[in-house]
Each structure stands twice: as C-alpha cells, then as structure tokens.
C-alpha cells in the first residue's frame, strides 16, 4: 500500500492543533468546562482538507474537554474584484477574466481565509 501525501494529514493535524490551542485559552479564560462546537471559515485556497481538518480535531480533542465537540467548517469561495470596473464576484475555481467587462486586471479578495468564527459552549 502506497500513502499519498492526502493519506497523511499532517498539515491539517498542526492546523487542527492551532483551533484546539485558541480554543482552550478561550475556555479558561471565560471558565468555560464543556464545548459543544467550533465554527470555523476556511477558504477554497488554503490547501486544507475539511474532512481531514474535521478527523484530526476528534482525534486531537479525544481525552480533553472538548471530547465530542463538532468541528463546523464553512468553507469560503474564491472571491474576485476587478480593477477596472470595481465588479465583485466570486468562483469556484480560479478566475482570471472579469464577467461584466472581461478585463483580466482582477485581485483575490477571498478564499485564502483560515479563521475560528466562533465557539459554542454547553451550559
């Protein structure tokens, strides 16, 4: 058997390992014991995998106060703004040519993102 680098989900453990380190700084300093669920934004180009992102929080949060909480991932479309004409707009893959004036002058303005939203407690 041959393991392929999306086999092995070593950038999504690291980034996983990041939300559960902001999480726990958050639950001490609110006296927060129990988390029901994480949300989070992730952009379409920010070489993640949500479902490896996903696994390797319930592998990393297994024995912790954070057992059984959900990961919930929102993922972010690429988002474009023309230069010339000031159009926005978005894609699901790469785009490189505006849709209402057809320049190619266009800046990514989102799809990059990696950013916990916001933290779901019980009570």
């Known amino acids: ?51 490896q992102l996903a696994f390797c929080f319930s592998m990393i949060t297994v024995d912790t106060n954070m057992a059984g ?8 479309p690429l988002g474009y703004t023309c230069s010339t004409c000031g159009e926005e707009f978005t894609s699901g893959g790469m785009a490189i040519v505006c849709p209402k004036c057809g320049d190619t002058h266009i800046d990514l303005t989102s799809g990059r993102e990696l950013t916990v939203e916001s933290i779901e407690v019980a009570d």
């Open 1 to 51: 058997m041959v393991l392929t680098a999306r086999d092995r989900p070593m950038h999504e453990m690291s980034i996983a390992q990041s939300i559960v380190d902001i999480v726990e700084k958050e639950l001490t300093s609110h006296g927060v014991e129990q988390l029901k669920a994480v949300n989070i934004a992730v952009g379409k180009w920010a070489a993640v995998v949500p479902e």
């Open 69 to 76: 909480a959900t990961l919930n991932i929102r993922e972010v």
